[in-house]
């Protein structure tokens, strides 16, 4: 399952005066590098829907293509340094343009973790996620997981399932209206109240993950290993979800273990994650061990991590939580981390907390 994250409306649409006409309008323009210089023999790659147009840069950079339709167009260039890609929009038509070789290319991760029924001061945080997506094209909101609380004993209303009813809704609803992209199962969610649980969840827009879950009851939806991200450019993201706990029908196998099991997503995309609840130990464990990751996103530990660790060359984060028990005043942190990409290969990953 690839699931993109693309602007609408970008496209590239050169109009034809008519049957035997050349083309009104052309794309072209010059490819550099870093520091300016003009790269000959090139290669630019103009990739559109099924069709695939092919040049080579000159000896001053420069490219030109002539076609009738480009339609949703990406930009490959390919050099000694790998493949770049770069979205093309329509305002590039008929108007030289210059692009850096390698490509860089950005992507925003945002995470939280262990609300435990606590979106709080959520018109902020709101208006903080919306500021980061109107500036930035490749933006992603994780979950780590632990948005319920399990304790009956710890509820608003001790005891009361249909308090815990209505606040699991409340917090998948509020999810659902921040636009998140993916959460990895907590303990807390393993843990089911009769069919409460997957009611609440069965609402999520959101997919669902937890790979080293076994699940043999009904009180709780679908669980997926991993997903795939798609960024604008297509570039690729596998976010694996591990999770921790065994309850009435869920099992949860050895994370670490399980991580080996999907190594393979490392060569097979350009980006490998691991969103995780098995707690910070843990997760600084499964860096040493699988290198191939390059992010963890972490929970189940409340650490609060406003500096990301880099261990074995993966960056881990976790970005603190609430208490176990509901309180309106705790803080909802909100993490982010940077990721730059040059032709599609991880180079600087970099991170904070909001506090």
């Known amino acids: 399952m690839i699931i993109s994250r693309r602007l609408t409306g970008v496209f590239l649409l050169i109009a034809v005066l008519g049957p035997l006409a050349t083309p009104a309008a052309a794309l072209g323009g010059t490819v550099v590098d870093a520091e300016g210089e003009a790269l000959s023999d090139l290669t630019v790659i103009l990739k559109a829907e099924e069709h695939r147009y092919k040049t080579v840069t000159d000896e001053n950079g420069a490219f030109r293509f002539y076609v009738s339709i480009v339609d949703d167009a990406i930009l490959l260039l390919d050099g000694m340094d790998g493949l770049g890609r770069v979205r093309i929009s329509a305002d590039t038509t008929d108007r030289p343009i210059t692009l850096t070789y390698p490509v860089i290319t950005e992507v925003i991760l945002l995470h939280d973790n262990d609300q435990h029924f606590d979106f709080n001061f959520v018109d902020a945080i709101e208006a903080e996620i919306e500021r980061i997506r109107r500036e930035h094209v490749n933006v992603f909101h994780f979950n780590a997981g632990d948005i319920f609380v399990r304790h009956s004993d710890r509820w608003g209303e001790p005891g009361n ?18 636009g998140y992209d993916v959460m990895t199962l907590g303990n807390h969610e393993l843990h089911t109240h009769d069919m409460h649980t997957r009611q609440a969840l069965d609402l999520a827009e959101f997919p669902l993950l937890a790979a080293n879950a076994d699940i043999t009851t009904d009180r709780l939806p679908e669980v997926k290993p991993y997903v795939v991200f798609e960024t604008d450019e297509g570039y690729t993201m596998a976010v694996l979800g591990l999770s921790t706990g065994s309850f009435e029908g869920v ?4 994370p670490i273990e399980t991580a080996k099991d999907y190594i393979h997503l490392a060569d097979e995309y350009d980006v490998f994650v691991a969103l995780t609840h098995i707690g910070v ?9 699988v290198p191939e990751l390059d992010i963890i996103i972490g929970g189940h530990s409340h650490t609060l991590l406003e500096d990301p660790v880099e261990v074995n060359g993966v960056l881990v984060a976790q970005a603190g939580g609430g208490g176990h028990a509901p309180d309106p005043e705790a803080s909802m942190y909100l993490g982010t981390i940077i990721l730059t990409l040059e032709n599609g290969v991880p180079v600087e990953k970099a991170g904070w907390v909001h506090v």
């Open 251 to 254: 099992t949860c196998r050895n």
């Open 161 to 178: 399932l249909d308090w815990y009813a209505d606040q699991a809704m409340s917090a998948i609803d509020t999810m659902n209206r921040l």
């Open 281 to 289: 130990s843990t997760d600084i464990e499964l860096a040493a061990e």
